[in-house]
């Protein structure tokens, strides 16, 4: 099983950018997606959990309406919508899926399949 982050780049501040996250070869109806986030020097960052039913989406504080996460189940495929972005937002982005959980938490524990994530540069 095989997670693949893509759309990430280069952007100025205020501008968007929509990461993807494929499954290969997998339906996501049992599992949910949480995205993660790492700067240099600084500790990995929980940003937003679906959950595996799709209905409980959390964000952290400081993503919140800015970043908008969704999961297409059939497709095997998860999106995560950045708006407004800001340069603190600067930072490798991971995806990872746990199997059956409600997203109680966004540290990351528990998470079962794991990306190699994609690079997000907010600059001008």
């Known amino acids: 099983l095989q997670f693949v982050e893509s759309g990430g780049g280069l952007v100025q501040p205020g501008g968007s950018l929509r990461l993807s996250c494929a499954a290969s070869?997998?339906?996501?109806?049992?599992?949910?997606i949480g995205w993660f986030r790492q700067a240099p020097g600084r500790e990995r960052e929980g940003v937003s959990c679906?959950?595996?039913?799709?209905?409980?989406?959390n964000y952290a504080d400081s993503v919140q309406g800015r970043f908008i996460a969704t999961k297409d189940d059939a497709t095997g495929s998860a999106f995560l919508q950045m708006n407004n972005l800001k340069p603190e937002d600067t930072a490798v982005y991971y995806c990872?899926?746990?199997?059956?959980?409600?997203?109680?938490?966004?540290?990351?524990?528990?998470?079962?399949?794991w990306g190699k994530g994609t690079l997000v540069t907010v600059s001008s």
């Open positions: 990872a899926a746990r199997v059956y959980y409600s997203c109680t938490s966004l540290d990351g524990d528990g998470m079962n399949f």
């Open positions: 070869g997998l339906t996501l109806n049992s599992y949910a």
């Open positions: 679906v959950s595996s039913s799709g209905m409980i989406i």
